[in-house]
């Protein structure tokens, strides 16, 4: 063999042996990349495991007892400190957010000695002053504001103005401050006699009772955090209201379920209520039922008044915010859905589900407090909503201009030497339009809540004011008469 051959196979051989070595690198890549992907899942896999682990427990103790609350614990941030989620989102109600129809906007004001607030809602008086003429003669003629968050619930009744104007009793605490440790302190442990207490005293003594709006306690026990009815007007409420349904000895604190529970917790103060006999007890006016006629009716049989009016001396009444008693008539209720499905919807905080404590209207969270239930978008949704409003809003307006009008024929009549008898079928007519009227306008969701109830409401409202209109006209011809008798 030549050298020029050997030089040859000699160069070759390195060439020959090239692919055995990138093939050896190439394994020794692949067993790298396959250790560090079994190295990362493995890693990944403890990570998942981990958390799986800490969310079990997370479930299985949905709270760490780092103080121990008793039935005394008013002061919703120690209870907070046990439950940080829940008080977070209790301490939002200060937000002060419009709807189309509703919440309240941030009016600025001088601060003063007797009342210190520099923020306030604005006022519905001017907003709408029809609703002067139908409150004459009675304190919310004077001061009637849009109502604001839980948070502003206690301040904004101590410092309304309509307690310049009438001395208003303790009773309107009862929903408007967490009274269940003043019933127990004034009741010596009996809530019921402590109740009783704290209706008959005079607001500004009541007011030292109490130091928070609505809190904790009014609605949890606070070993278990099972809802708790804590009014004792709500229990009797709806214990009369279960007896005209045919439940008899209905214990709402016993009988009902959980589910009831979480709109029978905010139907202790979002309901209509008067007054009842010279102590001044809280009494919701049930017992022929809950719809707006049955209220009535009762009011009649009671021969209640709220105050005399002051252009037409008509014996008239005052609706307050009865918003369970509406919700009763509409197709949330009779679909089961509760007041906190859609004021205090479902969240995740990890792997808890807690209801949220940001209590506001559902027009402000729709994906949370209506899309779990309905699937259309927010926008689709929202419209749905204001429709039902505008409708309700524009109706009210109607039958608004109808009693203005009333209230303006009594008082032409009186004044052209009427007398009492010729006047009372149109003193009754305009009590009705006005109660049935206020129902609507009193209750906090322009409609929605029921919006059948309350466009049958409405029109019933007008109706009165019509036939009240029509009962003057006899009168109206016999004027000049009375007016001769008047002169004798």
């Not at 190295?39 to 709270?63: Q, S, Y």
């Not at 829940?86 to 941030?106: F, I, M």
């Not at 049989?301 to 009016?309: A, G, L, S, Y």
Request: negative net charge; aromatic residues 8%; hydrophobic residues 35%.
């Amino acid at each position: 063999m030549s050298e020029e051959n050997v030089d040859r196979i000699e160069d070759k051989e390195p060439a020959a042996e090239t692919p055995k070595k990138q093939s050896r690198f190439f394994g020794y890549k692949v067993m790298v990349l396959v250790a560090v992907i079994a190295f990362g899942a493995a890693i990944f896999g403890v990570a998942m495991l981990t958390n799986i682990m800490e969310r079990k427990n997370e479930a299985r103790n949905p709270f760490y007892r780092v103080v121990e609350l008793t039935d005394d614990t008013v002061d919703p941030a120690v209870w907070g400190k046990n439950f940080p989620h829940q008080y977070d989102s209790y301490l939002k109600t200060v937000d002060q957010q419009r709807t189309r129809y509703g919440g309240s906007e941030a009016t600025p004001r001088e601060p003063s000695n007797a009342d210190p607030r520099s923020i306030v809602a604005q006022s519905r008086l001017e907003e709408d002053p029809r609703l002067k003429t139908m409150w004459d003669g009675y304190a919310f003629a004077v001061d009637f504001r849009e109502e604001r968050g839980h948070a502003y619930m206690l301040d904004d009744q101590t410092f309304t103005e309509r307690q310049m104007v009438t001395k208003q009793p303790g009773t309107c605490i009862n929903c408007h401050a967490s009274a269940y440790s003043a019933y127990k302190k004034l009741g010596e442990g009996d809530i019921v006699k402590g109740f009783r207490e704290l209706n008959k005293m005079p607001y500004a003594e009541a007011r030292q009772q109490v130091t928070h709006p609505v809190a904790c306690i009014d609605c949890h026990d606070s070993q278990t955090m099972a809802l708790r009815v804590t009014r004792p007007a709500f229990m009797e409420g709806i214990r009369v209201a279960k007896a005209a349904q045919g439940v008899q000895n209905f214990d709402v604190n016993r009988d009902a379920t959980r589910q009831e529970m979480r709109t029978y917790v905010c139907g202790q103060c979002h309901v209509e209520y008067y007054f009842k006999g010279p102590d001044k007890e809280l009494t919701y006016p049930w017992q022929n039922g809950l719809k707006v006629e049955n209220i009535m009716a009762y009011y009649d049989e009671v021969q209640h008044k709220d105050w005399t009016h002051a252009q037409t001396g008509a014996n008239v009444l005052k609706a307050q915010h009865p918003e369970f008693e509406m919700y009763n008539q509409g197709i949330h209720a009779r679909a089961g859905v509760s007041c906190a499905d859609c004021h205090m919807p479902y969240v995740r905080e990890g792997a808890m589900k807690i209801s949220s404590h940001h209590v506001r209207s559902p027009l402000l969270n729709i994906n949370t407090s209506c899309q779990t239930c309905h699937k259309a978008t927010e926008d689709e949704l929202k419209f749905r909503v204001e429709t039902i409003q505008e409708r309700t809003f524009n109706l009210r307006g109607l039958a608004m201009d109808a009693l203005v009008q009333l209230i303006n024929d009594i008082k032409a009549a009186k004044e052209g030497g009427a007398g009492e008898q010729e006047l009372a079928e149109a003193r009754l007519n305009q009590r009705k339009a006005q109660f049935f009227l206020d129902f609507v306008e009193a209750e906090n969701s322009m409609g929605f809540h029921a919006p059948e109830e309350a466009a049958r409401i409405l029109g019933e409202s007008i109706n009165f004011t019509r036939i009240g209109q029509v009962s003057l006209r006899n009168v109206k011809a016999s004027a000049p008469m009375a007016l001769l008798r008047a002169n004798r």
